[in-house]
């Protein structure tokens, strides 16, 4: 059983950064074997991907965030983050890390396996 463990996010003003921090975890997980991704869901709307990354630090961003976001990972530490600057109002939703066990460049939910609980992010002024 995989789980996927969230934390940070919260509120802030337009323009403003907040980092997300997941941590996988399980009986022998590891990033190596897993592509993995962040979605977004704001309410009345379909969940959308953010960004993605695979076990060889290949990138997939989103074009509402990209240039603006970052995905990364530890591999040792078996975390992944999400670095958002210049964030927007429209950027406000709850923010979900997700897990496929394998490659891939799809960013779409469907594809991926297994999910965090969520976190809020919050722009406003």
């Known amino acids: 059983q995989v789980e996927l463990v969230q934390s940070g996010g919260g509120s802030v003003e337009p323009g403003g950064s907040l980092r997300l921090s997941c941590a996988p975890s399980?009986?022998?997980?590891?990033?190596?074997?897993?592509?993995m991704a962040w979605f977004r869901q704001a309410p009345g709307n379909e969940r959308e991907g953010v960004a993605l990354?695979?076990?060889?630090?290949?990138?997939v961003y989103a074009r509402p965030v990209k240039g603006r976001f970052t995905i990364s990972q530890e591999i040792p530490r078996n975390t992944v983050y999400l670095d958002s600057t210049s964030l927007k109002t429209e950027d406000t939703a709850t923010y979900y890390c997700?897990?496929?066990?394998?490659?891939?460049?799809?960013?779409?939910?469907?594809?991926?396996?297994?999910w965090g609980q969520g976190t809020q992010i919050t722009v406003s002024s």
């Open positions: 990354i695979d076990d060889l630090d290949r990138v």
């Open positions: 997700a897990a496929y066990l394998g490659r891939t460049l799809v960013l779409q939910p469907s594809k991926f396996n297994y």
């Open positions: 399980g009986l022998n997980f590891s990033l190596s074997y897993y592509t």
